[in-house]
């Protein structure tokens, strides 16, 4: 599965704003290209992602062509309670990535 | 006439900052400010996400031995400190520098037995960004041996050689130019402390060899092939003037 990378301060207090920041590698092929023999690259791009808090959507992006390849997601958050956040992408193939992390509230 | 006189003036004062070696700018340094904190936050440095897999791979047995990077090296974190920054480096039974992509096939091909890893492949971009990534912070360090100096003065020399439909010397442009712009582009010193590189134009990390290849594609030249002596004579140059500043791999560049 493709490389993630997600960083959100570990411990908070309850009510804090905190920023969550997701990296995933992804080609993000756009759909526009050709490939050496001139036939057309098929769009593959992440279009969907989305973030839990405990099961409650908190974050949820519907993405278009035109965004990098390995698109840097951020997003803020307030901190309710200890639990788990679960980040979601979505590719054109259907493929999805999934990843769980634990946030601790003090 | 006082029209004329200031840009000639701009001019040779650019001149003599390129030569004097305390006035030396890493890329980083002309790099704009979106592009500096990208860098150096991890988590938005899209390099980082090849320094995961590079640390995957040090640790997963490859070849007929089964044997991993980690077997022999141990902790890359103690003993890939500095390394990078002293490529190229000199190999007594090729009688020639290595640079480090090439060093890391060698330990495949010969103390691995797999097979070599292609240019700009993932894989060796990762494992090569993962053993760079020990030397951020290190002053670059190549080696001064005397085998190495005729490599370093054809790397000179070629730097300093006009080439292409262009006509254009590197030197032309990231010595006697550097500041100005190119297109939209500033025009950096050419130091190359971070590579590999993610280049925000490639949407991937790509390395000092594709770099220049890029360079001289757009002077219109005949680029070197991959891991082709003169290339590596040129990194070595680039890394000897270089000497003495900070690495700071994986960097974004625009």
């Known amino acids: 599965m493709a490389r993630v990378l997600i960083n959100f301060p570990q411990r908070a207090k309850r009510g804090d704003i905190i920023e969550v920041k997701t990296l995933i590698q992804h080609p993000m092929e756009t759909g526009y290209r050709l490939d050496n023999k001139g036939a057309a690259i098929p769009r593959d791009i992440i279009n969907r992602f989305t973030c839990t808090y405990n099961g409650d959507e908190v974050f949820r992006g519907e993405l278009h062509p035109a965004i990098s390849a390995n698109p840097f997601i951020a997003f803020s958050t307030v901190v309710t309670e200890t639990g788990e956040l679960v980040f979601s992408w979505t590719d054109d193939r259907g493929q999805i990535q999934t990843e769980t992390r634990q946030i601790n509230v003090e | 006439m006082k029209g004329l006189l200031k840009p000639l003036l701009g001019l040779a004062a650019a001149t003599t900052l390129a030569a004097a070696p305390d006035e030396r700018r890493s890329g980083y340094d002309f790099a704009g400010g979106e592009i500096r904190a990208m860098q150096d936050d991890d988590t938005a440095n899209p390099g980082s996400l090849w320094v995961l897999q590079g640390e995957a791979l040090w640790s997963k047995p490859v070849g007929a031995d089964g044997r991993a990077c980690a077997d022999c090296h141990g902790d890359a974190r103690v003993s890939m400190r500095g390394v990078a920054a002293r490529y190229p480096a000199y190999d007594a039974a090729l009688a020639r520098p290595v640079d480090l992509e ?117 002077v219109r030249a005949e680029p070197f092939d991959y891991g082709a002596p003169q290339a590596v004579a040129l990194e070595l140059y680039l890394m000897e003037r270089a000497r003495g500043m900070p690495m700071d791999p994986p960097a974004v560049r625009p």
């Open chain 2, 102 to 218: 090439q060093r890391i096939n060698q330990c495949r091909t010969e103390h691995q037995r797999a097979e070599p890893l292609a240019w700009e492949s993932d894989d060796l971009l990762a494992l090569t960004a993962f053993v760079a990534r020990q030397s951020r912070g290190v002053p670059v360090a190549v080696s001064t041996k005397p085998e190495l100096h005729p490599f370093g003065a054809l790397g000179r020399e070629l730097f300093r050689q006009r080439q292409g439909q262009l006509n254009l010397s590197c030197r032309q442009c990231h010595e006697d130019n550097w500041g100005k712009r190119l297109a939209g582009s500033v025009i950096p010193q050419a130091h190359p402390t971070g590579y590999p590189v993610y280049r925000l134009e490639w949407q991937t990390l790509g390395s000092l060899q594709r770099r220049l290849r890029s360079c001289m594609i757009g």
